[in-house]
């Protein structure tokens, strides 16, 4: 266990020399900026908007300046409307923002799992490590730790994110957000897993594409790719979060279980493949 903890703290230092992993956090974050900007400029847009008009149909008052605006009342009525669409906005920007970062995950972690080991052996650098007393069983588990450690920042960065966007935007949460991170951080390792076996028969750039696209989402029952192919789009709460609705204890539960029976498999697998493989 110590050597797959050395693997593991090595690879990730080796991950955080990278430019393009780097450059993709930084991305992240400037979503979280961009998007809180958005919002609060739009709120600001929206709450103008309904003063103007409450003035304006106000007997004996015309429609303010936008200096004034903000100093004017508003009707209960109002209050009603700009409420539901302050509402709705909030919900469409969590949507959006979360939309984002999950995508940008799952770019990181195809380009952790598959670069991970496959880079090193067409470099031939992986045969320099293993002259020393490490298993290459050990060496892949301490890749994978090393990836996972990274995506679990990262999924902490994207949630960390959207509290201070909320918090910045001043709205509540979806209630799908209270499970929203962990099937966002179950879908990345997924990918990541799946990417990772294919990078050990595959150059990394296509093993990534073809694990980004191995899910089962385009097609029906009726196919038998539809009961072979990985499952993504329920890991995908998007449409929970614009809806505000909470999604249900039981069944993250069992996409979790399924997550980690996936990951367990494509780990196994991969450590069948990279013992048998020549190392060039």
Request: charged letters at 10%; hydrophobic letters at 55%.
């Amino acid at each position: 266990m110590k050597i797959i903890l050395l693997v593991a703290v090595d690879s990730i230092r080796a991950l955080l020399h990278q430019r393009l992993l780097l450059g993709l956090m930084l991305i992240a974050l400037a979503l979280i900026a961009a998007f809180s900007a958005a919002l609060i400029g739009q709120r600001k847009a929206a709450t103008h908007a309904f003063v103007v008009q409450n003035a304006a149909s106000a007997p004996g008052h015309g429609a303010p300046d936008r200096s004034t605006a903000n100093e004017q009342g508003l009707s209960p009525e109002n209050q009603k409307k700009l409420a539901v669409a302050m509402d709705q906005m909030s919900s469409f920007f969590q949507g959006a923002f979360y939309l984002v970062g999950s995508f940008g995950g799952s770019l990181v972690a195809l380009f952790i799992f598959s670069t991970a080991v496959a880079t090193e052996i067409r470099q031939g650098t992986i045969r320099i490590t293993l002259t020393k007393p490490v298993s290459r069983s050990q060496y892949l588990l301490g890749k994978y730790l090393g990836g996972i450690a990274v995506m679990v920042a990262y999924a902490l960065i994207s949630s960390t994110g959207m509290i201070l966007f909320s918090r910045f935007g001043h709205f509540d949460l979806s209630p799908a957000m209270q499970f929203a991170p962990w099937l966002m951080f179950c879908r990345q390792l997924m990918l990541g897993s799946l990417a990772m076996v294919l990078s050990l028969y595959l150059h990394p750039f296509l093993a990534s594409i073809l694990a980004f696209f191995a899910g089962n989402g385009v097609y029906g029952h009726s196919n038998p790719l539809y009961y072979i192919l990985p499952s993504y789009s329920p890991f995908n709460s998007t449409a929970q979060v614009m809806e505000g609705t909470l999604i249900n204890g039981r069944e993250v539960l069992l996409l979790s279980l399924y997550a980690i029976d996936f990951i367990v498999l494509m780990l196994l697998l991969a450590l069948w493949r990279f013992r048998t493989k020549e190392l060039v």
